[in-house]
């Protein structure tokens, strides 16, 4: 294995947007497990392999504790998040395992597949809605992204949550503002979203008659029990709702983008919505909308792929590499709905006891989008070519920030 003459700078830049950066395979041949230079010019570990990332997320020795000095962060704002408590996602076992815990019935794939009604009525009202407002055919182009993928998963989670029905067209409006790049109306959208969430919390523990929805289950249970606050059931109704935001969108709209370039298999499941299944986890391989999440800090020396690794090191997974990792996958590079994924194969919803909470909840959410998608605008394509989508930058998970399509 030979290491590349110069340290390499991590994240890449993505050269053609809608790819992997080239150095992701180019490490997986040659060096696999690589130091690169972050932001701040401190180093990390890089793995590049699916293996090597498998052992690593599920190393004991690892910390995901963000306050951690050793915690990789990919560009400044990082520091701020290492000041502020954390929730489960950045605490290690036997604190992280105890408030996944409490989350836990509401996101098994049994859980999600009750869900499946709730969210194919969000998914068509949100079509209902766009074709009410542009019509059965259009060739204005409508932003994709502002019109239907950034609205469907924030609802989703209301409904999870027990947000009454009736407020979450203005609370909808709210998370699409969180979403948007500018600082001040992200800011006092999570005051409004803050204060809403506290007041509904709030109505839960004084409610006589306890309702069937995640907060209600929280109130009854850990809170009664005096094992969460009111302000920690806050903090957890929060982490659901903009744990996954992000990634779905950019799911949903790479989703369609990457429909676009392969016109005859997005023309299969026009045919056969049954395929979305196989879609989607083809999908959720080719696209890893979640290439930087994985980051741990070296809490013991270890080693990990034959490389030593000391107390205090930084490690990045590049879960994005191991999805296309040819070890595992026949021609990674080919979007192929038929190649026989199986969901534990995808990396890009992590693995060991930090994967993914929201997976089941997102493939079913993800199944009925496409489902539903192409039956009520057959037509649906994009209105500007590929390359000229605005994608967001190399430092945040990728995704489409503005996508205009006619149908
Ligand atoms: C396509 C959508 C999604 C992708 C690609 C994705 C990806 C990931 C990844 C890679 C991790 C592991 C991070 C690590 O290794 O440190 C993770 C963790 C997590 N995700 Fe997701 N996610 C998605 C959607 C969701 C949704 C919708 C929810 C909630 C409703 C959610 C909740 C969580 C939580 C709670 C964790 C932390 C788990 C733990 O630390 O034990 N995710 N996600």
Same mark, same amino acid.
């Given at each position: 294995m030979h290491a590349p003459t110069e340290t390499l700078t991590f994240p890449f830049a993505r050269r053609e947007t809608f790819h992997p950066p080239p150095e992701n395979a180019e490490l997986r041949h040659k060096c696999p497990i690589v130091k690169v230079k972050l932001f701040d010019d401190s180093e990390s570990w890089l793995l590049t392999k699916r293996k090597d990332c498998c052992a690593a997320l599920a190393a004991p020795q690892l910390s995901a504790d963000r306050r951690h000095a050793a915690y990789p962060e990919i560009h400044e704002g990082g520091g701020k998040a290492k000041a502020q408590t954390p929730t489960f996602v950045n605490l290690d076992d036997p604190a992280h395992a105890e408030q996944r815990g409490m989350l836990e019935a509401w996101f098994t794939p049994q859980a999600a597949e009750k869900m499946r009604p709730m969210m194919r009525r969000v998914v068509e009202a949100n079509l209902d809605e766009l074709v009410g407002k542009?019509? =059965? @055919?259009? *060739?204005e182009p409508v932003d994709f992204v502002q019109e239907f993928a950034g609205l469907v998963p924030p609802q989703v989670i209301y409904h999870l949550l027990g947000i009454p029905e009736e407020d979450i067209p203005a609370l909808s409006r709210d998370s699409e503002v969180r979403t948007s790049t500018a600082r001040d109306a992200a800011q006092s959208s999570n005051r409004n979203l803050q204060a809403y969430m506290e007041q509904f919390v709030k109505g839960r523990i004084e409610s006589p008659s306890p309702k069937d929805d995640l907060v209600s289950h929280l109130v009854a249970g850990p809170y009664k029990q005096g094992k969460l606050s009111l302000e920690e059931i806050v903090n957890l109704a929060f982490l659901v709702l903009v744990a996954g935001n992000a990634a779905l969108i950019n799911s949903i709209a790479l989703g369609v983008v990457t429909l676009h370039l392969h016109a005859g298999q997005r023309d299969e499941l026009k045919e056969d919505p049954k395929l979305a299944k196989d879609v989607v986890l083809e999908l959720t391989r080719y696209n890893t909308?979640?290439?930087?999440?994985s980051r741990r800090a070296v809490n013991e020396d270890v080693e990990i792929g034959g490389q030593s690794m000391r107390k205090g090191d930084k490690l990045i997974c590049s879960v994005q590499s191991a999805d296309r990792d040819e070890e595992h996958f026949a021609h990674p590079d080919r979007f192929d709905? @038929? *190649? *026989?994924? =199986? %969901?534990?194969?995808?990396l890009g919803f992590g693995w060991g006891p930090h994967r993914c909470q929201g997976e089941w909840l997102s493939r079913v959410e993800l199944e009925e989008v496409f489902a539903v998608l192409y039956q009520r605008? %057959?037509?649906?394509?994009?209105?500007? %070519?590929? =390359?000229?989508l605005e994608y967001t930058p190399a430092t945040q998970n990728m995704g489409v920030t503005a996508m205009p399509v006619v149908w």
């Open positions: 542009h019509g =059965e @055919h259009t *060739r909308t979640s290439a930087l999440n709905i @038929h *190649r *026989r994924v =199986e %969901p534990k194969d995808v605008l %057959p037509d649906l394509k994009l209105a500007v %070519p590929v =390359e000229s």
